[in-house]
């Protein structure tokens, strides 16, 4: 327990050192409107991995069953969903402007060395494919994950192959800083759902919901998604934080490169040294890395705490996303505003939000009143954040 501590610990951030960092996924479509597969097609994804990695731009090619799945240069990473979204995961930068940069570089990267030949879709939801017709990557971890949530859930299969979303990381300063963002980011988790709501159509045909993306999420692996159950707890630390990961069962090990099935136990057991396919072996500090990467709360404690609220969306929204985060959590005094709105929420209010604002959208009716107007003091709270930060571009 307390090198589990000592690991968040060290991730503890000076005010002057906080950083941003973003991940965003994009479906790519060819001119026929036909989903990219990794290979078996004109330009596949294994086509347009290969030219980066031949191009000589010093991006590094991970494999896995021969296959280029990952490239990375620095702190910048082209990788892959499990139905081949496409993912750009930047190194993290201190401030939004930064992020805007990126994307747009990252954006007319693609698009220049496909000449212009494939469609980049920011949506939720792949509005078009069947997701029976969608196969799976080479890539062993989604074999694993494909095995283990099947049991655990209805959505997993499309949750891993037809949605997409962006991320937006943020630090943390000390334990009291990390648990005080740590409830009022999951608070708001369906706020930003709301906000960036882009999955209505579903195989070519309108649904009744805002955001079809977030409603997959309510029915994959109710123990290791969603909302955490000590969330609305006053006396929340990370200690409940640590204890809620410990028992949670893993989905896999890696030893020597090879994946290996932890046949349900948990990282408890692990710390035992009890596992029966590893017997008195301990973890390592990388087996806890990838036992976070597993969890898939809508905010992600890891070494930065990550938000997952949000469904992939058209490049001018891209942006915001990154903005609306740093505005409400980098400033101590908005911070501290918004944690006074969401202190009282019991589990239910949070249950309420998740569950009814991906169909409702703004017609939501929250606590009695209309979310509509939460939902703009949680918006001037943000800008005010950025006004504060006073970091402006050269426009």
Known sequence: MEDIYRYFQNFFKPPNELRIGVEHEFFMFNQNLERVTYNNMPLSIQDIFTTIKNRGWNWSPYYEYQ??????????????????????????????????????????????????????????????????????????????????????????????HSTASIQASLDYRSEEDLIKKLRVSTALQPIVGLLFACSPIVEEKITSYQSYRNYIWTDVDQQRSGISPFICNSKMNLEYYINYILDI??????????????????????????????PQ????????????????????????????????????????????WVGLLYQDEVLSSIFDLIDDWAED???????????????????????????????DLSKTGLEKRNIANNI
């Open 67 to 160: 296959h280029t799945i990952e490239l990375t240069k620095g702190g910048d990473k082209f990788s892959l969903e499990a139905g081949g979204q496409l993912e750009f995961s930047s190194a993290a930068v201190h401030n939004i402007h930064e992020i805007s940069q990126q994307l747009q570089n990252n954006i007319e990267f693609v698009k220049n060395i496909t000449n212009n030949q494939l469609i980049l879709v920011g949506v939720g939801y792949d509005p078009k494919t069947y997701v029976k017709n969608i196969r799976t990557i080479p890539k062993k971890r989604y074999e694993y994950m494909l095995n283990y949530l099947s049991y655990k859930g209805e959505n997993g299969y499309d949750m891993l």
């Open 249 to 278: 069962p893993m989905i896999f090990i890696i030893r020597n490169g090879s994946y290996i099935d932890p046949q349900g136990q948990t990282f408890r057991d692990f710390l035992k040294g009890s596992l029966r396919i590893l």
């Open 281 to 324: 072996e301990k973890p390592t500090t990388e087996d806890l890395t990838f036992h976070l990467s597993t969890l898939y709360s809508d905010v992600r404690l890891k070494s930065v705490l990550e938000m997952r609220g949000a469904d992939s969306c058209p490049f001018p929204y891209l942006q915001s996303l990154a903005a609306f």
């Open 349 to 379: 209010d949070y249950k309420f939000l998740r569950m009814h604002v991906p169909i409702s959208g703004f017609r939501t009716v929250f606590r009695g009143k209309s979310i509509h107007s939460f939902v703009e003091n949680v918006l």
